[in-house]
């Protein structure tokens, strides 16, 4: 992983930006995560999205200096209770909350890998 540059943000080069499709993000950057191989250039930060707050991820998953509308970041799916299936999104502040329609994501030869979810945060329980 890139150094910090002292507030959380990843250092990288001039003029960097990072705006990958979902396809890259789970062919790429996925998958090379949980083969724990090496990443190019590793800027998505590991997070545990149970333990921060919404308004914090702008900060520790800050790419560069530049403005930014989107934050990328990976995290393990909790789980509410040990032996089912429900997932824990609640947080000290809040829970996210799936909204809408699960989108497919395929590879470029119509080939699905992946799922994308749309969570929502709301403050209180």
């Known amino acids: 992983m890139m150094s910090g540059a ?13 705006h990958p499709t979902d396809e890259e993000l789970l ?3 996925l998958r090379k995560k949980v083969s724990y191989e090496a990443i190019d250039l590793d800027v998505i930060r590991e997070v545990d999205l149970n ?6 991820l702008k900060e520790i998953c800050r790419i560069g200096s530049g403005p930014q509308n ?4 990976f995290s393990h799916k909790d789980k509410k209770y040990p032996t ?3 997932t824990n999104r609640a947080t000290a502040a809040g829970f996210w909350k799936a909204t809408g329609r699960d989108k497919a994501i395929y590879l470029s030869n119509s080939k699905r890998i992946g799922m ?10």
Do not use: I
């Open 51 to 56: 333990k921060l707050e919404p308004w914090d």
């Open 84 to 86: 089912g299936t429900r």
């Open 6 to 18: 002292g507030n959380g943000q990843l250092s990288v080069p001039p003029g960097f930006r990072f």
């Open 27 to 29: 062919y790429y950057y």
């Open 116 to 125: 994308r979810k749309t969570l929502v945060f709301y403050t209180g329980r």
């Open 70 to 73: 989107e934050w990328y970041f």
